[in-house]
């Protein structure tokens, strides 16, 4: 598939010094020149790893989605994913994710958009979609997961961001869901690439 990983809107500079190392971000920070000639000192994290999201597409043409609870989080709705282990890469880190937390595989996997749009943090997500799937597993899940699956309808998921009681984890995914619902154009491209 060959998947280029999104450039940061504001990289980090190459002067830039790592002032610490964690476990899942790493800060680097650098003196910028002001346009009054004045320096400063600017901070970014930098994610260690990057994330996938798959939005899974049964054969009854149902979206899976999930209702996922994790340790010191609101619980939140989204697709199966998460993080890309050292070493894999994006495509292989969804056919991961996907097994682990839906116990399904998949035939065909597109990949929607990938983006790296936060402003101080580098942080590529990529978000796939998934058709031909089959049931092979049970979810095979983390410690710090509690995963329920929730198939919808494709006019359940466009209808999603409207409802107050529900945080969807991929917000770039509920602007796309809001253009859908409000132009016929999106509604028409978002069911030709959900369709099954």
């Known amino acids: 598939m060959g998947i280029k990983r999104p450039e940061s809107k504001q990289p980090i500079p190459k002067n830039a010094k790592k002032v610490f190392k ?37 054969p009854d043409g149902k979206i899976l989605l999930t209702e996922q609870e994790q340790p010191g989080k609101a619980p939140f709705i989204g697709g199966t994913g998460g993080r890309i282990d050292e070493g894999e890469d ?7 994710e996907l097994l682990e937390e839906s116990g399904y595989i998949a035939e065909e996997f597109t990949l929607w958009f990938a983006q790296n749009s936060l402003p101080k943090v580098d942080w590529a997500v990529y978000v ?36 107050k009681d529900i945080y969807f984890a991929e917000q770039d995914v509920v602007f796309k869901l809001l253009e859908a619902k409000y132009d016929p154009r999106k509604r028409k491209e978002l069911e030709e690439l959900f369709k099954p």
């Open 22 to 58: 964690g476990v899942i971000f790493d800060v680097y920070q650098w003196e910028q020149e002001m346009f009054d000639g004045t320096k400063v000192v600017f901070e970014k994290a930098k994610r260690i790893l990057d994330n996938v999201t798959i939005f899974a597409v049964l």
């Open 90 to 96: 994006a495509l292989t880190a969804a056919r991961r």
């Open 128 to 163: 796939f979609i998934a058709k031909g799937l089959k049931k092979v597993s049970n979810l095979n899940l983390d410690a710090g997961e509690k995963v329920k699956l929730l198939p919808v309808t494709l006019d359940e998921f466009i209808d999603m961001p409207n409802h």
